[in-house]
Structures are given as structure tokens and as C-alpha cells.
């Protein structure tokens, strides 16, 4: 899977003393952009035909500002015109939240959606995982 | 179910020139607050025995920046010390956006779940919906 | 002065337990952007010609999650091709922030300043105070 | 000066374009903390006595999502129960934005200010530009 190492910021805590829930789902973002950097053909991030369809997140344990966290990334389906990110959130060993995205290869002209190109499609067979 | 309207606000948009897929989990629970005032004992929010287990977003429009949006909470599931949230984001009459939330009625002290106390059981049952 | 109500959010807190010194530049922001719907001529807020040049807040008090918070907004002057916007945050009717910003009259395409039209001067000039 | 090296997140972006300038505060805080670490008494972040009293931020350069940040820290003043951060960020060997922190060392029991301890303020002094 691919990682991404990130230092918990103050204001990511909120007034229970863990990091707010509301947090997760920025790292999860965060951690998908250099996972699709390796991925996708290269050109800005804004250019990238993707948007998000669906996520789900369960929290597993609390996290806290004091240690760093580890962001694994990989893709758990590819289908004809979409594909499923899993990810998980490491804190001190433990894993804390399991994230899993729906993103859609999308056509912003049309606005619909649009068939994976076999170029990306193999690149992210590279990270499928069971 | 309950209704909370919410401006958009400028930094809540991306580069990509709509709403951040990450500014709808805050809305969300901003929109859950009230709702759990109505619904909760009195005393400050920080005291609730409530966590957060899981939360699911399906991404079904588009949002602006410009107009309004709705965000309306009830209740779709009470079980023995956890209940289900469901929500709706809507802006210009379309729904933007369904959520489900799973919160924990929890002991901070044992750190563990706690059965749901009948009075706020009969009240989660006021906006329990099919 | 201008004003908008604001119903601060938990996720805007603190692990201090009180709401994050970064969350009044957003809360100013949001403040900023109905003034100028009033000032500016009509379009889409991403259209408008000025970009923040400079930001002072002064944080008088902490700000709770429980109450709402009051942000006034003015203009306290008027340059060639600038000016500033001050603002203060109410909680309680006690003001916890005071804020100026200055504001430029920006031509994307040249990248450079340019001379505010008469007909946005006239209408800052309605909300200029001392 | 101290250093941290910041990947811009995509959501830290707005409509248009560049890196929002709400999301600056926060980079601002994130790299005071691993600058406190290396200077205040260990403890968690949480203990540290430190309120801030003012911000002060000049956006020099628009930012972009693509490349990397650093954000250098260093102390500018220190006064009896109160010391000055001066900071600026850096894109594409570019200074992007300059900031002024004003940090006063608190007492949350009795809500004043109190002395900078000599133990502190050695270390501070450490890291004190003209």
C-alpha cells in the first residue's frame, strides 16, 4: 500500500481533546493526491477526471495531536468507469480509521461519467489489493 | 426531520470551483448539533456522551458556493447504546448529498459503550423516521 | 457596520476547549463575503477583482463553542486602488476579536492593481467608518 | 531560522485556484509547533501556557497547490510576559506570505499573563533574528 506520513496539527484537535472527526476526511484526501500522482498521467491536480461518489469512514479508535500518523492507500476494485480507494489511519501501531472511496472517472464537458483509459487502469492494478 | 440552512462559504470551495468534498462532514455535524440540542439533557456540548463510530456520504450533485444549502437530520436506527443518523445536504431543491452516521452512547471514563438512557431514547424516537 | 450572525461549529474548537485562533479568518471571511454582495456590483463571488493583501487580528478574548458570535463589518478607508475592511467578532456582547484587512482592486490577467471604479467606491464610501 | 516543509492539500485550495488565504493561519500554527517543541519544557501540546494575542500576515505571492512549501520560524521580540514569531512561507524559492505572531505566556487559573520563565526564555533567545 502506499504511505503517507502526517503530523496531527492543533487545530485539527477539537474541544473532547482528540482529533475531531471532521479531520479524517482531509487526510484521506491528502493521502489519495500523491497516490494518484504515481498513478495518473502527470498535469495539475485540478486537471485529474476523477470525483469522489461516495465515502465511508469507521472510526476505530480515538486519534491524538501528539504522534505522527500513517496514511496506507491502496485500490480495492477497479470497475468500467469507477474505482474503489481503501485506506486505513495508523497511530502508534494501532490502526485507527478504515476509509473506503468510490471515485468516479468523470467527463467534466459532458458532466457524466466516462470509461477508465487502460493507461490508468493498469497503473492501478498495480496497487489492487484483496 | 430537523432542517439547519447553512451559507457556503468561499474557502469551503476548491480549485476545482465547487463545494470540497472534505466541507461535508463539517456541515454535517454542524447540522447535527442543533439537533442533538433539541434532542440531549441539557449542558454543554462538550460533555455529551456521544462518539462518533462510522459515517457514510453518498456524493449525488455538485455544490456551489452561491446559494444556500439545507441539511436536514432525523433518526433511522435506535439500537441498545448506539443510534443511527441519516441526512440530507440540499441546495436549489436538489438533493446534493445523503449521509449515515453511527453514534455511540459512551462512558468516557470506562471507554466503553453505554446503553442509551431512556430519556433520550424517547426523544430520538421523535425524530425517527423510515 | 455590517453584520452576520454565526453559529460557530464544534469541529471549530480546540483541544484547549476553546474555539482555534484559525478559525477567525474563516469566520471573517464568511463575514467579508455578504458585505461585499451588498457593495460589489452582482456576479459570481469568484469573479470579483480583489485578493487579501493583508490580514492584523487581535485576539482580545476566548470564544466558546456554545454561543453565538456577531461579526461587524466596515470599511475604514479608501485608497487609489485599495482599501480596508475593519471587523470585530462579538460573543456575549463582548467583543473577543478585532480585525483589519486590506482588500485590493486586482486585474487577474496583468497581475497588477488597479484603480477602484467609482461605482464600488461610492458604495464602500456608504459603509466607511472612523 | 527553523524550518518545516508543508504539502499543500488540495482542499486547502479555493475557486480560485491558488491556496486559500484562511488555510495561511493554519500552516502558520503547524509550524510554530514543532518550533515550540524544540523550545518550550516537554508536555503535551495541550499544557503549553501560551495564548495568542495577535496575528499579523502580508500575502507577497499567490500560492498553488502543486509544490511544496517551507515555512520558516524564528523568534523577533522578547518582552516580559510576552514574545514575538516572525515567519514566512516559501513556494518555488518564492516568499509567498510573511507573518507576526504575538505569544503571551498565560496562566489559565488566573487568566493573566505571567513571566516568561528564564528557562524558556533562554531557549527562546536561541532562535531570536534581528
Known sequence: MHE???QPRFCETDALGHISNTTLPIWLEAA???FFTETLP???LKDWPLIMARIEIDFVQ???VDDPVLVKTAVSRIGNSSFSVCQEVWQNDRVAAKASTVMVHFDFETQKPTPIP??????LEG???E
Do not use: T
Open 4 to 6: 503517507l506520513e502526517i
Open 32 to 34: 489519495r493526491f500523491p
Open 42 to 44: 502527470a498535469g495539475s
Open 62 to 64: 480515538q486519534l491524538f
Open 118 to 123: 487502460s493507461v490508468i487502469r493498469e497503473k
Open 127 to 129: 496497487f489492487l489489493v
